[in-house]
């Protein structure tokens, strides 16, 4: 009897955040414009938090909101965290966005590579 | 005492005191970092005294919500915090750019920084560091010329890259251990049966913390931040005195907790001498003051952790000796070359001579600091040096003296600039405050390294030999050693050419990203075969 991974069952909240982790690692190792780079770890820290947000849910689970029986719903803890997490994500992307505009307007280049050649003179 | 005191009462100041007026800011804040410091070393005294001082922030219950924990390491690092941040407002009393945004933020951190010394929470390490780094890349970026602009972007970048790998560690952690206090971690990892699970979240944890600490492949980014040319000499030199040991302190916490599934020693050393090792190439290549101070910290990291990995008691104590010494005088010579830089107009070492004569307390400063950080007998960094060596033998003591030849070479290099023919006189006023702050700094080298042996044995209850017939044998080493650099440095490494080539390559964002994914892998893959 030989295993299939990729059932139905394999497409699930872990393995999905994994997968966008790990596309937003590749785009942050491949891409050369600055803009495509904070998107990338904005893709990347996305991909962790529905990670943590999938930990001890069941496709019974109901949300921890209210009175519910505690053995039925999903763990509000690494839930509340995940809160926190989102909202420092928002942030972080806003500041880098705001320092990437004025990078952008005193280098004239959004490209890692131009950039560094722009630099070199020290 | 409530140790929340400590982490609320930096960002309370500066939050209110940036509606005042700059001057009564400035008042406040003296009498806070005294106050401050006071109250870190009252702390001290009473966790030297009574034990660990555990209490759980909001009133939840134990291991549900964030517990602030004040152990021995922790206290003296928040002392050694306070410390720092006392001298570096004296410093900073009459410089310009200290307005109230740039107070605002300085303060912040170091409230932030004390509470990752004091949580037990790595969630809220998490969240503590994240906003660290947004502080810091504002800090770097303070006078928003060109190259500024370059160093905060790529800082933030780089750092919010690895973050999100510790956040997916903490995820991975939090499915295998169903906990995220430091004291339940290490209840449960004793209890797994398989170590092999706690392989991925580890690794991806310990990723994101050596490139807070700027080991081999990762410290890139290192130089461009600490030693970014308009940056405050201030933020420089917090930079590489202090946050750049959040990274060290973070992954002793994760060795101690993992250390009954998994023992990483061996991969540590490894990377540790190589990053010592290429620290010191690279900074005996640069030309920029500032630069060659930078790589000499990444240096200083690979040796702190070729201690801390090195399984012998005295060399983890001396190294963690190593780390608030390195801190004091790394942070000493930040604040000195920016004074010579400014009165010089340029960083480029080979136009600034006979700063001796020039900015003669300062200078002085400086050499007392380089002294330190060479190993000169009497000095601080001699007794943690020594101690970070005594435990080892053969090749890995080769390795040792190699790395302490590097650093003589590379002060070298940088003690050229205090001799010679100053070419003009003195232009600017002498400021009494960055005299005496950084003499007294200077002075404190010397004090910590003929008081260390009560200072190792009161800070961590550990009693460290250093035997009589050491200081005449140190002495004649170190003589040998300064004697044999500097025909070195005059006919090697200064004339050789492909220095030259080395300072101009540079990594770009996404090489840096790739070297992040490597060290992911390579570690991944010896746990796998070691576990």
Redesign the interface.
């Given at each position: 009897m030989i295993d299939i991974p990729f059932g139905p069952d394999f497409i699930n909240g872990q393995t999905v955040s994994l997968v966008l982790f790990f596309i937003g690692l590749l785009g942050v190792v491949t891409q050369r414009n600055i803009f495509k780079t904070i998107i990338a770890i904005n893709i990347m820290d996305v991909g962790a938090i529905l990670f943590l947000l999938t930990v001890n849910v069941r496709p019974t689970s109901v949300p921890p909101v209210g009175s519910t029986d505690m053995l039925r719903m999903a763990d509000p803890l690494p839930q509340a965290l995940m809160i926190t997490a989102i909202v420092i994500g928002i942030s972080v992307t806003a500041v880098s966005l705001t320092i990437f505009i004025s990078l952008f307007r005193k280098h004239g280049s959004s490209d890692w590579t131009k950039l560094i050649h722009r630099i070199e003179s020290r | 005492m409530q140790l929340y005191i400590l982490v609320v009462g930096p960002i309370l100041i500066a939050t209110l005191g940036y509606f005042l007026p700059r001057t009564l800011f400035r008042v406040v804040l003296l009498t806070f970092q005294v106050a401050q410091t006071a109250l870190a070393g009252y702390l001290l005294v009473i966790v030297r005294s009574e034990g660990v001082i555990l209490q759980q922030v909001g009133g939840w219950a134990p291991v549900?919500g964030i517990a602030l924990r004040a152990d021995l390491l922790g206290t003296t690092m928040v002392f050694f915090t306070t410390l720092l941040y006392l001298f570096l407002f004296l410093f900073s009393v009459r410089k310009k750019y200290t307005d109230n945004m740039f107070q605002f933020l300085y303060i912040v951190i170091q409230g932030v920084t004390i509470s990752v010394f004091l949580s037990q929470d790595i969630?809220n390490i998490?969240?503590l560091i994240?906003v660290m780094t947004?502080m810091i890349?504002v800090l770097i970026?303070w006078k928003?010329?060109?190259?500024a602009?370059?160093d905060?972007?790529l800082y933030?970048?780089i750092n919010?890259?690895a973050m999100?790998f510790f956040?997916?560690g903490?995820?991975?952690l939090?499915?295998t251990l169903?906990v995220?206090n430091f004291q339940a971690m290490e209840a449960r990892v004793a209890q797994v049966t398989d170590p092999r699970s706690l392989i991925l979240p580890l690794s991806f944890m310990l990723t994101a913390v050596s490139l807070k600490a700027a080991l081999m492949p990762l410290f890139s980014w290192l130089p461009h931040a600490h030693g970014t040319?308009s940056a405050p000499s201030i933020v420089s030199a917090v930079l590489s005195g202090l946050l750049v040991k959040v990274g060290i302190y973070l992954f002793i916490r994760l060795r101690d907790i993992f250390s009954a599934a998994m023992i990483l020693d061996e991969f540590f050393l490894v990377i540790g001498a190589g990053t010592a090792v290429i620290g010191i190439l690279l900074a005996l290549t640069q030309r920029?003051i500032k630069?060659i101070l930078a790589y000499s910290t990444v240096s200083q990291i690979g040796l702190i952790m070729v201690g801390l990995n090195s399984g012998i008691t005295e060399a983890y104590w001396g190294s963690i000796f190593h780390i608030l010494n390195h801190g004091l005088f790394k942070a000493l010579l930040f604040l000195t070359a920016g004074a010579i830089a400014k009165e010089y107009g340029t960083k480029d070492i080979n136009k600034i001579r006979g700063a001796i004569r020039r900015v003669p307390m300062v200078s002085i400063a400086a050499i007392l600091a380089i002294s330190g950080i060479i190993g000169t007998p009497f000095f601080n960094g001699a007794i943690s040096k020594y101690l970070i060596q005594s435990g080892f033998t053969g090749v890995n003591e080769t390795i040792i003296y190699i790395i302490n030849f590097g650093t003589t070479l590379v002060f070298i290099k940088y003690a050229v600039m205090f001799w010679g023919n100053s070419g003009a006189s003195r232009t600017s006023q002498p400021d009494p405050f960055v005299n005496s702050v950084t003499m007294a700094m200077g002075i404190a080298c010397i004090v910590l390294g003929i008081a260390a042996r009560p200072v190792i044995g009161y800070l961590f209850e550990v009693n460290v030999s250093v035997e009589g017939a050491y200081y005449a044998d140190k002495f004649v080493a170190w003589a040998l050693t300064v004697g044999a650099a500097i025909p070195v440095y005059y006919f090697g490494v200064r004339k050789a050419s492909f220095f030259a080539t080395i300072r101009?390559t540079?990594l770009?964002?996404?090489d840096m990203?790739?070297l992040v994914?490597v060290f992911l892998a390579s570690l991944m893959a010896w746990l796998y075969y070691t576990v």
């Open positions: - | 549900i969630f998490y969240v994240e947004i890349s970026m928003r010329d060109k190259q602009l370059y905060g972007t933030l970048l919010l890259f999100s956040l997916l903490i995820g991975l939090y499915r169903g995220l040319p920029d630069l101009q540079r770009s964002f996404p990203a790739l994914t």
